[in-house]
C-alpha cells in the first residue's frame, strides 16, 4: 500500500532439497484447475502468494529445505528477516497458555520478532473496518500500534487505540479524586501513539478506561463495538518457563475470540520486561 519493497519468503520444509527459486506465475506455478486449488489449504496459499508476486513491489521465494527439526530450519531461514509470521489458533480457557508447541518454541527462540496471526477455523473474516489496539507506555505496544495502523491502512479501517490506568484505590472519595488524574495521563499515553499513526493517514480515536484488571477492560471494550481485529505488543524471555505474555493478553486469546494480531519481542536488556 505505501508502494515499498516487500520481500517474502516461503519456507517448505521436509521438501525436496533444492536452492531457493522465484515463485513462478499462478499459471505455469501452480497445477491443476483453479477449482482443485482452491479445495485445499495449500490451493489457497498458492494463491495468496501468487496474487501477491504480480505486485510490482514485491519479490516471493520459494525455499526448501529438509530438516528434521521444523524449528532450526525456520530459525535458519529467518536470519536477516526483522519479522517472522506464523498462524495459530486461539488457546483454550482453561488450558495452560499456548498457542502450539512449534509456534511457542519460535516465539521464545527466534532472534527477529514474531508476528502471531491468531485465528479460529472458520469462514474468512468480515471486511475489516474497526480495529482495537490496546496499549500501554512499553515500546513493544507502540510498535504494534505502527503494525496496527498498516493494517488499518491497506483495509481503510478506523483504529481506536485502548488504554487501562490501573486504580487500586478502595476508597470511593479518593477513586473520585484520582479518576481525572489518571484519564489525563492515559490520554497524554495515546496522544503520542495517534502522531505516530496519523503519518500513514489512518483515522483513529482513543478511548481510555480506570480499571483494576486491564484483561476485564479490554473484553468490555469488545463487546461495546463490532472489531475484526485486534493488535498486541508482548515481550518474552527465553529464559521463562511456558509461554509467558501477561494476563491482559491471556484474556484476550482464550475469552474474546477475535482474529489477534500478536507482535511479540524480546528484551533488550537482561532485565525482564514488564506485561501490563
Same mark, same amino acid.
Given at each position: 500500500?505505501?508502494?515499498?519493497?516487500?520481500?517474502?519468503?516461503?519456507?517448505?520444509?521436509n521438501?525436496?532439497?533444492?536452492?531457493?527459486?522465484?515463485?513462478?506465475?499462478?499459471?505455469?506455478?501452480?497445477?491443476?484447475?483453479?477449482?482443485?486449488? *482452491?479445495?485445499?489449504?495449500? !490451493?489457497?496459499?498458492? /494463491? =495468496? %502468494?501468487?496474487?501477491?508476486?504480480?505486485? @510490482?513491489?514485491?519479490? +516471493?521465494t520459494?525455499?526448501?529445505?529438509?530438516?528434521?527439526?521444523p524449528?532450526?530450519?525456520?530459525?535458519?531461514?529467518?536470519?536477516?528477516?526483522?519479522?517472522v509470521v506464523?498462524g495459530a489458533?486461539?488457546?483454550?480457557?482453561? *488450558?495452560?497458555?499456548?498457542? !502450539?508447541?512449534?509456534? /511457542? =518454541? %519460535?516465539?521464545?527462540?527466534?532472534?527477529? @520478532?514474531?508476528l502471531? +496471526?491468531?485465528?479460529?477455523?472458520g469462514?474468512?473474516?468480515?471486511?475489516?473496518?474497526?480495529?482495537l489496539v490496546p496499549?500501554?507506555?512499553?515500546?513493544f505496544?507502540?510498535?504494534?500500534?505502527?503494525?496496527?495502523?498498516?493494517?488499518a491502512?491497506?483495509?481503510?479501517?478506523?483504529?481506536?487505540?485502548?488504554?487501562?490506568?490501573?486504580?487500586?484505590v @478502595?476508597?470511593?472519595?479518593?477513586?473520585?479524586?484520582?479518576?481525572?488524574?489518571?484519564?489525563e495521563?492515559?490520554?497524554?499515553?495515546?496522544?503520542?501513539?495517534?502522531?505516530?499513526?496519523?503519518?500513514?493517514?489512518v483515522?483513529?480515536?482513543?478511548?481510555?478506561?480506570?480499571?483494576?484488571?486491564?484483561?476485564?477492560?479490554?473484553l468490555?471494550?469488545?463487546?461495546?463495538?463490532?472489531?475484526?481485529?485486534?493488535?498486541?505488543?508482548?515481550?518474552?524471555?527465553?529464559?521463562?518457563?511456558?509461554?509467558?505474555?501477561?494476563?491482559?493478553?491471556?484474556?484476550?486469546?482464550?475469552?474474546a475470540?477475535?482474529?489477534?494480531?500478536?507482535?511479540?519481542?524480546?528484551?533488550?536488556?537482561?532485565?525482564?520486561?514488564?506485561?501490563?
Amino acid at each position: 500500500k505505501q508502494g515499498e519493497i516487500f520481500d517474502i519468503t516461503r519456507l517448505e520444509l521436509n521438501g525436496s532439497e533444492s536452492p531457493a527459486s522465484p515463485l513462478e506465475s499462478p499459471a505455469s506455478a501452480m497445477p491443476g484447475n483453479l477449482h482443485d486449488r *482452491e479445495s485445499s489449504e495449500e !490451493g489457497v496459499v498458492d /494463491d =495468496r %502468494l501468487s496474487q501477491a508476486a504480480e505486485l @510490482d513491489q514485491v519479490e +516471493v521465494t520459494r525455499a526448501r529445505m529438509p530438516q528434521p527439526d521444523p524449528l532450526q530450519a525456520i530459525l535458519e531461514a529467518a536470519k536477516g528477516h526483522p519479522f517472522v509470521v506464523v498462524g495459530a489458533r486461539p488457546p483454550g480457557e482453561n *488450558e495452560a497458555l499456548s498457542l !502450539g508447541e512449534l509456534q /511457542d =518454541r %519460535l516465539i521464545k527462540e527466534s532472534a527477529s @520478532d514474531v508476528l502471531a +496471526v491468531v485465528q479460529e477455523e472458520g469462514p474468512p473474516p468480515s471486511p475489516v473496518k474497526r480495529i482495537l489496539v490496546p496499549v500501554n507506555s512499553l515500546e513493544f505496544s507502540m510498535a504494534a500500534g505502527d503494525v496496527a495502523a498498516s493494517l488499518a491502512q491497506a483495509h481503510d479501517a478506523e483504529l481506536v487505540l485502548f488504554h487501562v490506568r490501573r486504580s487500586q484505590v @478502595d476508597s470511593f472519595f479518593w477513586q473520585e479524586r484520582q479518576h481525572q488524574e489518571l484519564l489525563e495521563a492515559g490520554y497524554h499515553l495515546l496522544r503520542e501513539l495517534k502522531f505516530r499513526v496519523e503519518r500513514l493517514g489512518v483515522q483513529s480515536r482513543e478511548c481510555v478506561r480506570v480499571g483494576k484488571d486491564p484483561g476485564k477492560e479490554i473484553l468490555k471494550q469488545l463487546r461495546r463495538e463490532s472489531y475484526q481485529w485486534v493488535v498486541m505488543g508482548a515481550s518474552v524471555s527465553p529464559s521463562e518457563a511456558g509461554l509467558q505474555l501477561g494476563s491482559p493478553i491471556e484474556a484476550v486469546l482464550t475469552q474474546a475470540r477475535v482474529p489477534t494480531l500478536l507482535l511479540v519481542t524480546h528484551p533488550t536488556s537482561g532485565t525482564k520486561a514488564p506485561h501490563e
